[in-house]
């Protein structure tokens, strides 16, 4: 007795029936990931730390700081951020403790550097988004500069 069977997978059938799979039955093509390290211009730092203090002062951010120190230093100007790095004291609002407690009394006061609370937020920051803020400030929002503001103060987002 013999096999009467035909072999589909030998014939014109076979590839009648895989032409409309072609594309689902080659290999797949897998492109390795790479990091690319950027080194902004002071300008360019300028430009992004004045955007992300004034739009974090400016709406993003007054949900949870009260008030801010700068010693007599201008925060929403990049030259002196960047230029000076000085020192501020962030004052959490009253009433409110990331726990979610309330307290009539001033919470908390971080003593940090207005550049370097830019540039450690920046590094916490997703990657996309950190992409972001080198290349296409006017795409991030109140929101985002919120959040590289509490990356750089606290190392992650306490305030939602």
């Not at 001033?106 to 940090?112: A, D, I």
């Not at 920046?122 to 929002?141: E, H, I, K, V, W």
């Not at 750089?152 to 987002?157: A, D, L, Q």
């Amino acid at each position: 007795m013999t096999n009467d069977k035909p072999n589909l997978t030998n014939s014109h059938f076979a590839d009648i029936l895989a032409e409309p799979f072609a594309d689902l039955l080659k290999p797949k093509k897998f492109y390795p990931t790479i990091m690319v390290e950027y080194t902004p211009s002071r300008e360019e730092w300028v430009e992004i730390a004045e955007a992300i203090w004034v739009g974090a002062l400016e709406g993003g951010s007054n949900h949870w700081i009260a008030y801010i120190h700068t010693g007599g230093h201008v925060l929403k100007s990049g030259f002196d951020v960047v230029d000076s790095n000085f020192e501020i004291v962030i004052h959490e609002d009253d009433g409110f403790i990331p726990d979610g407690s309330f307290d009539d009394e001033e919470t908390e006061t971080h003593r940090v550097k207005a550049f370097d609370v830019i540039v450690e937020g920046l590094n916490r920051l997703d990657p996309s988004r950190q992409n972001l803020a080198y290349t296409d400030l006017g795409q991030l929002d109140a929101n985002d500069y919120d959040l590289i503001i509490q990356l750089g103060v606290f190392g992650k987002e306490v305030y939602c």
